[in-house]
């Protein structure tokens, strides 16, 4: 299957600074990219759907100024969590799709602890 | 609007026992449905999916799955659970391939020797 690489696997900022999780699709063109939160034991969460070239869509509860979202090329999302702060803290995991054409494929997921 | 219910957030099952991981959906559209599986803190794999045609679905590993739609059901099946299949198993829609998957809250499998 088709490989999307997800950047940093883990990371630990302080809080109020800024972090950047970069999601590479490897082997096709990822023109739409999806942003998942899932905290422990918890199931995985829609934050935003991004179409290259055009703004992100972001899910009801979402703070689009808090989690910027970037998809300037059809093979590079990235999510910055700006700002941060402990309640943070969570997995993040991206997952690229051909713009509904075939399956989605999703990163190896980003572990993002703030303190 | 679509979501999926997970029946059970912890199942175990003794190794070569069967494995059943309950999935309920409800769907105003023709759904596709999909379970993943999800080692500790890392992505998720596609174990199988059903979009159209036979109702039936073997994937990996040798989980198989039923698509029936009288009973908004899509259960996840093993003959025989293997120490390796302890993970967490999600099942998920959405309203077309490629598109936003919704999931369900998880099911924790465990496996006793």
């Known amino acids: 299957g088709a490989v999307v690489s997800q950047h940093p696997s883990w990371v630990i900022c302080k809080s109020g600074t800024s972090v950047k999780i970069e999601c590479r699709s490897l082997d096709f063109q990822a023109t739409t990219m999806f942003w998942y939160r899932q905290f422990p034991k918890q199931s995985l969460m829609l934050m935003a759907t991004s179409n290259e070239g055009s703004k992100a869509t972001y899910e009801q509860g979402v703070e689009k100024d808090k989690f910027l979202i970037n998809h300037a090329s059809l093979t590079l999302s990235t999510l910055t969590v700006t700002s941060a702060h402990p309640e943070d803290s969570s997995f993040y995991i991206c997952?690229?799709?051909?713009?509904?054409?075939?399956?989605?494929?999703f990163g190896q997921g980003t572990r993002l602890t703030v303190v | 609007a679509q979501s999926v219910t997970q029946l059970g957030s912890h199942v175990s099952v003794s190794e070569g026992a069967l494995v059943l991981l309950r999935c309920n959906y409800s769907?105003?559209?023709?759904?596709?449905l999909f379970w993943y599986v999800q080692y500790p803190n890392q992505g998720l794999q596609l174990l199988l999916k059903y979009t159209t045609g036979a109702t039936l679905v073997k994937g990996i590993n040798g989980f198989e799955a039923e698509f029936k739609k009288s009973e908004t059901s899509f259960h996840l099946t093993k003959p025989s659970a293997h120490m390796s299949d302890a993970a967490e198993y999600f099942c998920a829609v959405s309203d077309r391939q490629g598109g936003k998957l919704i999931f369900g809250q998880g099911t924790e499998l465990s496996v006793k020797p």
């Open positions: 997952s690229g799709g051909e713009g509904g054409i075939g399956e989605a494929f």
């Open positions: 769907s105003s559209v023709p759904p596709y």
